[in-house]
C-alpha cells in the first residue's frame, strides 16, 4: 500500500505482543494511527516514480502522474506514460490496508520497540501469496515509517517512507525501497507533492480501466 492517509474507521483490534512490548500500548498507538488526517477527505498530488529494474526486460523508466485518494478507502494512481510501462509501474508502487481494517484482515503481533517506532507483524487471515507483512510505526505521529511483505515463495518487498506536514496533515513525500520477486528484481523511489487537499474528485477515477 503506497502508505497514503488513514481513514477513521471504529473498530477494536487484538493485539498480542512479544515478551517486553506491551499490548495495551501497541493497542493506543494503533487506534492513533486511525485517527492521523481525521479532516482529511480527498487529495490529489503529482506522483515522480523512478524504477531501475535489476531483472529482464532492464528497464530504468522515469515515470510521472497523479495519486488520488478520497475516504473511506478509494485510491488511484494515473500515470503519464504508455499503457505497458504504466502496468509495470503498478506492480512496483506500495499499497498497504488501512490501519482500521487490520484486524479485519490481519492477525497482529507487536513485535519490537526501539528508537521510538514499534513494529507491527501482520498475518493475513486469508490464505494467499503473502506470508507476512511487517510495519515500523512512529510512536510520536502514529504513522508508518517502512513496511516489508514477505511472500510464501521467497520473495519480498521492502519500502522506507518520509513524511510532511500540509494544514495539519501528515502525507507522504518520498518512497525508497527494493522489490526481490522470483519473476521482478526492482530498486524503486517515489516523490509526491504538489498536493491539494479536500477538492472534488469523481468516483470514476477510482475504476479499474
Known amino acids: 500500500m503506497l502508505a497514503l492517509p488513514l481513514t477513521r474507521v471504529a473498530g477494536e483490534a487484538t493485539i498480542e505482543a512479544a515478551p517486553g512490548v506491551s499490548a495495551g500500548d501497541a493497542t493506543a498507538l494503533l487506534h492513533r494511527m486511525v485517527d492521523v488526517n481525521d479532516k482529511l477527505h480527498t487529495y490529489t498530488a503529482k506522483v515522480t516514480l523512478d524504477i531501475k529494474m535489476m531483472s529482464f526486460p532492464y528497464l530504468s523508466p522515469e515515470l510521472t502522474g497523479v495519486v488520488y485518494y478520497k475516504q473511506p ?22 499499497k498497504i490496508d488501512d490501519a482500521a481494517d487490520w484486524s479485519r484482515l490481519y492477525s497482529i503481533t507487536a513485535m519490537s520497540v526501539e ?78 507533492s504538489n498536493y491539494k487537499l479536500n477538492v472534488a474528485i469523481a468516483d470514476s477515477v477510482f475504476v479499474e480501466k
Open 115 to 192: 528508537n521510538g517506532a514499534t513494529l507491527f507483524r501482520l498475518i493475513p487471515r486469508k490464505n494467499g501469496r503473502v506470508e507476512h507483512l511487517d510495519v515500523s510505526v512512529d510512536d510520536a505521529t502514529g504513522t508508518i515509517k517502512s513496511y516489508t511483505w514477505t511472500y510464501k515463495d521467497g520473495g519480498f518487498v521492502s519500502f522506507d517512507q518520509t513524511f510532511e506536514v500540509i494544514e495539519g496533515n501528515y502525507l507522504p513525500e518520498k518512497l525508497s525501497g527494493h522489490v526481490e520477486l522470483p519473476s521482478y528484481k526492482a530498486n524503486v523511489t517515489s516523490e509526491m
Open 73 to 94: 478507502n478509494k485510491r488511484a494512481v494515473v500515470f503519464d506514460t504508455v499503457p505497458l510501462l504504466a502496468e509495470q509501474a503498478k506492480k512496483v508502487y506500495p
